[in-house]
């Protein structure tokens, strides 16, 4: 099934309505519902409560929107010291479903779902298929992985929604995942980006690109360039879409990338979006890079009240070209905890993968940075895989790619760094999140 092209595309809305709908028509939505979420936590979550109350401020007090920066913030630690259901507004009868962070360490992040928020989180998924060109007839090959993690289960309820096909292989088995997406017919996938990556070069590798039938593919859960994207585009032949989303707020679907992509459209609706300093929480302007911070508008189960993300990026609030009007926050370049500092420069993983993607295929998008201390100064060293066609027992060849790979990266980052090449699939590959960074100054 070929690439539709922009000029071909065809746009489609779930809710026309609500993703057209003009700011001050949604401002007034959002104020409404603002006030009510506010007099809920206030009245049914202790934590809350006491939050408000030490900040001098009541219910009362927020009139609309505009007052949010009166509320206090919420971060992943509260979610762990309160584990499992200390934040819950409701009685934990009311809970249908429950899911947690896919950290393996200390507590879970778990959230919590009534009954409406698991069909809130089922329809703000319907929403981006629909806007990835998907309808009822599509057959949506699902390889995040389900259990806990939200991955898996959101783009299930996305596809019960929309009333297409769900195919919930989860993650793993690689060419079992490709013999199913070509024997049941799938016309869409959804994985991270680097399972994306990797899936594509295996498609490639056994030949079978051209018996697929899909048309597109939906990745988030992790950070990823528009380099890579194209990449993953090119060789399947496909249209990739950016789904944007974290457990704590509801899974992926809280924002998602059209045809254009020019930004994530936040289905604001629903989570409302600020970009602070993540210095000293004061507002960005439209454009200026800062903190994502949410609020849960309309969820019941456990509603969160400016939940710092601690994901960077920067929001616009113009029309897009297809037509919405929903925010778009830009591609992020990391996270303010993936971020490392090497010898005081600000180094991350995303950077590193654009600088290797415009190569030319010399070296291929994967990779490994591993930080280390030595009398006292911050190395670097990123190994890199070495594409076969480029791959050589030639000494002197391999040198004078590592002397240009090292180039490239210094200019991209702004650091000298120790490269060392390795052979094609040296680097282990992932089917879920991708490990880009190991940071030995902290062990």
């Given amino acids: 099934m070929a690439k539709v092209l922009l000029q071909d595309w065809k746009e489609q809305y779930r809710d026309k309505k609500i993703e057209c709908m003009s700011r001050d028509e949604m401002s007034a939505l959002q104020s409404e519902r603002l006030v009510k979420q506010v007099k809920n936590v206030y009245e049914n979550v202790s934590f809350y409560r ?3 109350e030490e900040l001098g401020v009541e219910p009362g007090d927020i009139k609309g929107i505009e007052d949010i920066h009166k509320l206090p913030f919420t971060t992943k630690e509260d979610l762990r010291d309160h584990y499992p259901f200390g934040l819950l507004a409701v009685p934990r009868e009311k809970i249908a479903r429950v899911q ?5 360490t200390g507590k879970l992040t778990l959230a919590a779902y009534t009954e409406k928020d698991v069909k809130t989180w089922g329809e703000c998924v319907a929403r981006g298929l629909v806007m990835a060109g998907l309808t009822s007839e599509d057959r949506i090959h699902v390889c995040y992985g389900y259990g806990l993690f939200t991955g898996g289960m959101g783009l299930d309820l996305g596809a019960q929604a929309l009333g297409a096909m769900a195919i919930p292989m989860s993650s ?5 995942q490709l013999m199913c997406m070509e024997d049941f017919g799938a016309t869409a996938f959804g994985c991270t980006p680097s399972y994306a990556m990797y899936l594509a070069e295996a498609a490639k590798e056994a030949g079978i690109v051209d018996r697929l039938q899909i048309k597109a593919s939906i990745n988030g859960a992790e950070p990823w360039t528009d380099e890579m994207r194209l990449k993953i585009e090119e060789t399947l032949n496909i249209n990739t879409f950016d789904i944007y989303g974290l457990c704590e707020i509801t899974g992926p679907g809280v924002a998602m990338d059209c045809i254009h992509h020019k930004g994530l459209h936040v289905y604001e609706d629903h989570f409302y979006p600020e970009i602070l300093n993540p210095a000293d929480q004061s507002t960005c302007a439209d454009g200026e890079t800062g903190e994502l911070v949410f609020t849960t508008l309309t969820k019941e189960g456990m509603p969160l009240l400016r939940y710092r993300t601690k994901d960077l990026t920067s929001i616009y609030r113009d029309t897009c070209e297809c037509g919405r009007t929903l925010p778009r926050i830009q591609k992020f370049t990391g996270r303010t905890d993936d971020m490392k500092v090497i010898r005081g420069v600000n180094v991350f993983p995303t950077q590193v993968e654009a600088a290797l993607l415009s190569m030319g295929g010399q070296v291929a998008p994967h990779y490994l940075l591993i930080v280390d201390r030595e009398n006292n100064l911050d190395v670097l060293t990123v190994m890199v895989e070495v ?4 791959f050589s027992d030639e000494i002197r060849k391999m040198e004078a790619l590592k002397e ?8 991209a980052l702004g650091v000298s760094v120790r490269v060392k090449l390795v052979e094609p699939k040296t680097i282990q590959r992932s089917e879920g999140k991708a490990k880009r960074v190991i940071d030995n100054r902290n062990l």
């Fill in 50 to 52: 006491k939050k408000m």
């Fill in 100 to 104: 947690g962070t896919s950290g393996t």
């Fill in 172 to 176: 793993g088995n690689t060419k079992r």
């Fill in 387 to 390: 594409t076969e066609e480029y």
């Fill in 404 to 411: 240009k790979v090292g180039a490239v990266l210094k200019q």
